[in-house]
């Protein structure tokens, strides 16, 4: 498995990232084998939120690592806080982040995160508030670091500006289908396409200046949570350009999907959220598999794209 060092923290972390969201399908058992089939695979990297099955995701990992026998030095656990579904709200501020992070160490079965991310923007934020609850937690060493999930880059700098601890990550959504995170530069002011819309200020590279590692989430959907697009029939091209590159590298078109997100430099992390072994290990392919220039445009290309 590819490992990276992140800057800013942590060292020798896998590039794709287990996610938790659906291992409350799983009995007891079968997610303790999921675990430990990634820990096998070299997948250190496990990624939950306290939204996720309103933290039965949390508690089920908790329940699984431990099953597992897996210590607890040996991964990286990464959870998110601020989505309050149960009230319809988004939620940074001081108290909810400090209890946030009390029940998750309590449903997870450990006394420390890696990584806390604060979960998609509070518009009510108040930067001091995240500073207040950020150096509580690094102080009772609840929390190692932090970072954010689909956060802008002026709200990053209002929160660099207030909060002392570097922001290390910035989970976004990135596939071959769903690529605006990087289609506005390469349609720049062009007016016959709606990609030449800046829909995140330059997030990409803003997070790159920055030295914070952005983590790819549905890295094989449409829409927004459209579906899978492998062998989905509405993506006949990209699926064609798929094949033939996973026959050429003997793999699968879904590692071959994932290679194309970890062959970009910006050196991203990718989540995976199969909750099944032989996916997983299929997936894991992915960081065996490197691109070639040519290749990576022609994936692009055929997921829809033009050159302007």
């Not at 449903?107 to 150096?135: G, N």
């Not at 094989?220 to 509405?234: A, R, S, V």
Request: aromatic fraction near 8%.
């Amino acid at each position: 498995m590819n490992r990276i060092n992140l800057p800013n923290g942590l060292e020798n972390v896998s590039r794709l990232i287990l996610g938790c969201m659906r291992m409350p399908d799983l009995s007891i058992d079968k997610a303790a084998e999921m675990v430990k089939t990634s820990m096998d695979l070299g997948i250190n990297f496990f990624d939950n939120a306290t939204c996720y099955t309103d933290g039965v995701a949390e508690e089920r990992f908790g329940e699984a690592w431990t099953k597992a026998g897996i210590a607890r030095d040996r991964f990286i656990l990464q959870t998110k806080c601020g989505l309050c579904f149960d009230r319809n709200e988004f939620d940074w501020r001081r108290e909810t982040i400090l209890s946030s992070v009390d029940d998750s160490l309590r449903r997870m079965k450990t006394d420390y995160l890696d990584i806390l991310l604060l979960h998609r923007p509070d518009l009510l934020y108040e930067p001091e508030e995240v500073a207040a609850a950020f150096d509580a937690l690094e102080k009772s060493g609840k929390v190692r670091h932090f970072g954010v999930s689909n956060v802008p880059p002026m709200m990053l700098e209002v929160l660099k500006h207030t909060v002392k601890q570097p922001l290390i990550i910035n989970q976004l959504q990135l596939s071959l289908e769903q690529s605006q995170l990087i289609d506005a530069a390469f349609y720049m002011n062009n007016l016959t396409t709606e990609r030449s819309i800046d829909r995140d200020n330059g997030l990409l590279d803003y997070c790159r200046l920055h030295n914070i590692t952005i983590q790819a989430w549905s890295p094989l959907q449409y829409g927004m949570f459209g579906g899978c697009f492998i062998d989905d029939p509405k993506y006949p091209e990209l699926n064609a350009a798929l094949a033939e590159l996973a026959e050429k590298y003997h793999v699968t078109k879904a590692a071959i999907a994932l290679a194309w997100i970890l062959r970009h430099p910006a050196q991203m992390q990718v989540i995976v959220g199969t909750m099944n072994p032989r996916h997983l290990e299929e997936s894991a392919a992915a960081t065996q598999v490197s691109l070639t220039h040519h290749e990576w445009y022609q994936l692009y290309l055929a997921a829809g794209k033009f050159l302007p």
